[in-house]
């Protein structure tokens, strides 16, 4: 059964770094987003069976990375996909990556949500990945990548990266939110960012939602292809 929830969160600092392989990692989810016209759930492609349902999502759009890909018009457009432990990385590293297109113009609100599990205020902590609007300029988003996590003392520990690339150009973006034990990376077009800290465990009982936050709030406007999420 689907279950419903969803927070935000801190920008920050960033410097150009080597980011390590994630060749040992573990594809939790492949959502392709190949379905067609009218489809009703996302079905994934990596064998967890972490299929999502789709809501007010138009389907079937020409594709950002191969085949199809959605097209989302804000309230209420999103994807719901049920808790599962295999989306969460734990202690262990995690990547998340999208590809994304978003027209020229104004960001409709504080941020664009691309991919997230968990809220700020979720015991166990979250992971998302966002376009966040500029704050001085709200025709400008950028990539903001957050792990939130718990320490060993029971301590929440958030970390957050901004990259320095404006994606709200209406031209398609490779973008990738990495945590590893010392970093964190917000990557686009493999241009990357990080911090050099590393958040706690993150394990939480929410749903990974696509192209919001929650139902209603800081919504995608904009083609998000492509999604997936690889552990370890």
């Given amino acids: 059964?689907?279950?419903?929830?969803?927070?935000i969160v801190l920008a920050c600092t960033a410097t150009l770094v080597m980011i390590p392989s994630a060749a040992q990692a573990a594809l939790v989810a492949n959502w392709r987003m190949n379905e067609g016209p009218g489809a009703a759930?996302?079905?994934?492609?990596?064998?967890?069976?972490?299929?999502?349902?789709?809501?007010?999502?138009?389907?079937?759009?020409?594709?950002?990375?191969?085949?199809?890909?959605?097209?989302?018009?804000?309230?209420?457009?999103?994807?719901?996909?049920?808790?599962?432990?295999s989306l969460d990385p734990v202690n262990a590293d995690i990547t998340v990556t999208a590809t994304v297109k978003v027209a020229n113009g104004l960001i409709n609100d504080d941020s664009y949500e691309v991919v997230r599990k968990g809220l700020v205020?979720?015991?166990?902590?979250e992971w998302k990945m966002e376009i966040k609007r500029s704050q001085t300029k709200a025709t400008v988003g950028r990539l903001h990548c957050v792990f939130k996590g718990v320490e060993a003392n029971g301590s929440?520990?958030?970390?957050?990266?901004?990259?320095?690339?404006d994606v709200v150009d209406d031209k398609a973006h490779?973008?990738?939110?990495?945590?590893?034990s010392t970093h964190v990376f917000?990557?686009?077009?493999?241009?990357?960012?990080?911090?050099r800290k590393a958040p706690g465990s993150i394990a939480n009982d929410q749903?990974?939602?696509?192209?919001a936050k929650v139902a209603g709030d800081d919504e995608m406007e904009g083609v998000i292809d492509a999604v997936k999420v690889d552990i370890g």
Avoid: E
Avoid at 156 to 165: E, H, K, M, R
């Fill in 174 to 180: 490779h973008l990738r939110c990495r945590k590893t």
């Fill in 121 to 125: 205020t979720s015991k166990g902590g």
């Fill in 156 to 165: 929440p520990s958030l970390v957050s990266v901004i990259a320095g690339v």
């Fill in 41 to 85: 759930v996302m079905v994934d492609s990596a064998g967890q069976d972490n299929d999502g349902r789709i809501n007010s999502v138009q389907t079937g759009v020409p594709g950002l990375a191969g085949g199809n890909a959605y097209k989302f018009h804000g309230p209420p457009s999103y994807v719901l996909v049920p808790d599962s432990s």
């Fill in 1 to 7: 059964m689907l279950k419903a929830r969803l927070g």
């Fill in 186 to 195: 917000a990557i686009v077009d493999g241009q990357s960012f990080s911090k």
């Fill in 207 to 211: 749903p990974v939602i696509i192209g």
